[in-house]
């Protein structure tokens, strides 16, 4: 365990805007968490648990505690032949389990190759891209209760798992500590190559039978060629979700504009693109000081160097009102705001 007071934060997280924490922990094992709840650390009510800080926002300095589950470790636990359930602890790299499953000849991750964050914060959002979600070959996750101080073991229904979304962003919001997930991953199953774009870059590089090493190799492709690395720009990825809204909504946005690209949801609802909203708001390569809109990429937003948190949601508030008179849309945030909210 490590604990500082006043401690900067900025190189944890992604967007790279100031920003200093009243009380940093970094959680190494799972039973120093025990030690923490024995002696009322984890009773401050505005605790804030940090993953790879990839997701998130600060407009304000977090005022209470920020807790950084930190575990290490990759276990493959059980082997059925076809079907592996593999271990990982929260404070792996995401990027890390993906390419050492992948390695190991096992398919489930590879499109969700490259997406930065840890493992720990994977479930809070449910990832996604390129036509897989986390809930898709999700097992259980283990998690510590700050409230009772219990260990406790989630399945798949406890997650409550939706588009970008989890019960860990509504009623468990802050009081579970995931430490480890585990993942059903498969050995010699067909990969997923539904998003057309990843069998577009396939056919490129003249790949007819991909296993998941090769479907890593294509989706990290599109991935360099699309979004911003934070080493370079900092940004957060997608900015807002793309929004989903009734068929009646749709119909004549999609009439109007026939370009649009949507999706229809098993619900009924359309899956809309907020980035080629944004685009065809004028937005695309949009700045507003040392923030900006990406120029490959309009649903992510990026630290051009120097920007502040407060700065880029001015921003996020132009892109949300520019798109709502323009389209009548609302886009909602996709990334956590802390000390802040996008003015509707
Ligand atoms: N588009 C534009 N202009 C833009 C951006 C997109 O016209 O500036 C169009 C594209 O041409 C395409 C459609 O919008 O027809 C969708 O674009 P893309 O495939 O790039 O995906 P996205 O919907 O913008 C989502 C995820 C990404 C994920 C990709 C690939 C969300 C909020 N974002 O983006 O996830 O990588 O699909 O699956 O669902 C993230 O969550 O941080 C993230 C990067």
Redesign the pocket.
Known sequence: MYRCLASDLTALTTFGVPVKAREYCRVDAEAELEELFRTGCLDDPSLLVLGGG??LLFVTDPPGMVLHPAMRGITFTEDRGTEVIVQCAAGEAWDDLVAETVAAGLSGLE?LSL??GSVGAAPV?N??????ELKDVFHSLRAFDREDGRWLVLGPADCRFA??RSVFKEELRERMIITSVSLKLSRGSAPDLG?G?IRTELDALGINNPGPAEVRAAVIS??QS??PDPQVLGN???????PEVDASTASPLMEAWP?L?SWNMPDGRVKL????L???AGL?GFRLGNAG??D?????LVNHGGASGAEILRLATIVKQTVKERFGILLEP??NIIGGALQA
């Open positions: 990839s997701n499109n997406i930065p959002q990832i996604g891209a390129y036509g897989v588009y970008r998003y774009s599109i991935r699309k979004l957060a990825g997608s900015f807002f979700k793309n370009g690209p693109a907020a980035g080629w944004i685009e065809k695309k809109v990406h490959r990429q309009a649903l992510v996709e990334v």
